[in-house]
């Protein structure tokens, strides 16, 4: 779907209504990047959450019931290819590194001033056709620097160091030195990413495995020790891996030279848990040969999942 398109829709809704809500983050991003594709859009809204989403699928004509809404005000709807994310405009507070945040409501700046990187801090106000940038994204986007909003981004959150390499890759960006130096500060944290659960580093995992630039993002993963802060200074990693349809297939590929136990703990964590059937086959193939082999009858039982 067309960025154009869905603005157009939104249009509506602002034109007929007095919501304030402004799309923000990723899409606004790709749109000053000339990318008119999009996949997913974050829409934050700052008054009447409820209604905005009800006129939202109003528009769209679908059915309300297909809409995924949680208690935090938070909504998904997936429609016609794309993905949106429907927030109430909040701040965030972090009571320890790696923790989940409290959630607050907030205006607009606040929900700007959360994210992670400058270029991910601007709106598009669609009602009135601007951009809001209070951190300069723009300036960063056209000098093709990537650069944190904030000091303490990669300890709040240590996932960040994932989308920070993604971003890097993908966009072909320079480094900050300030950000440079908050990534390398974190990681020489020995329990940095201990409050972290395997689901939100598997979900960052997987989407980098989606990326074209995936084996360039894997080994500057490796080459600033990112898979070491959370696995052990020896883990090894092949950053010549063949594409597989299958994840559990592919980060067996990349990990496999690591002795069994600690490969059993890398795929329990980057794939959010293996069942024990899977445990045991990854155990019989480490035992069988030393070096990965997609001809191993093992293999066949993992391409199945």
């Given at each position: ?16 209504t ?14 000053l990047?000339?990318?008119?594709d ?8 700052i ?6 989403t ?23 709807i ?5 993905t ?13 590194p ?34 809001i ?7 960063d ?7 944190a909003d ?68 894997i ?12 696995f ?51 155990r ?13 009858e093992?293999?066949?039982f993992?391409?199945?999942?």
């Amino acid at each position: 779907m067309h960025f154009k398109e869905i603005v157009s829709i939104l249009k509506k809704i602002s034109h007929s209504t007095n919501i304030e809500f402004y799309i923000v983050g990723g899409a606004v991003r790709d749109n000053l990047l000339q990318k008119d594709d999009i996949d997913n859009i974050d829409i934050a809204v700052i008054n009447d959450f409820d209604r905005f989403t009800d006129s939202l699928t109003d528009e769209l004509g679908i059915n309300k019931e297909r809409v995924k809404r949680s208690m935090f005000k938070t909504a998904l709807i997936e429609y016609n290819g794309i993905t949106i994310d429907i927030v109430t405009a909040r701040r965030e507070m972090y009571g320890s590194p790696g923790a989940l945040p409290e959630i607050l409501p907030s205006g607009l700046n606040d929900d700007l001033l959360r994210r992670d990187f400058t270029i991910n801090s601007i709106a598009y106000d669609v009602k009135n056709d601007t951009l809001i940038d209070p951190l300069n994204g723009i300036s960063d986007l056209k000098s093709k620097v990537l650069k944190a909003d904030r000091e303490n981004l990669f300890i709040e959150d240590p996932t960040r160091i994932f989308r920070y390499f993604k971003y890097k890759c993908r966009f072909s960006l320079s480094e900050e030195r300030g950000t440079k130096e908050q990534i390398e500060i974190a990681l020489n944290a020995k329990s940095l990413f201990l409050n972290v659960s395997k689901s939100r580093i598997s979900k960052e995992w997987i989407l980098i495995l989606n990326e074209d630039k995936r084996r360039e993002i894997i080994e500057s993963l490796l080459k600033n020790n990112v898979f070491g802060c959370i696995f052990g200074e020896d883990t090894k990693a092949d950053v010549n891996f063949q594409k597989n349809q299958n994840t559990l297939i592919e980060t067996l590929n990349i990990f496999y030279e690591n002795e069994t136990e600690k490969l059993i703990k890398i795929l329990n964590t980057l794939l959010n848990g293996l069942k024990k059937r899977e445990e045991s086959a990854v155990r019989r193939m480490k035992t069988e040969s030393k070096s990965f082999d997609c001809n191993n009858e093992n293999i066949a039982f993992l391409q199945l999942k």
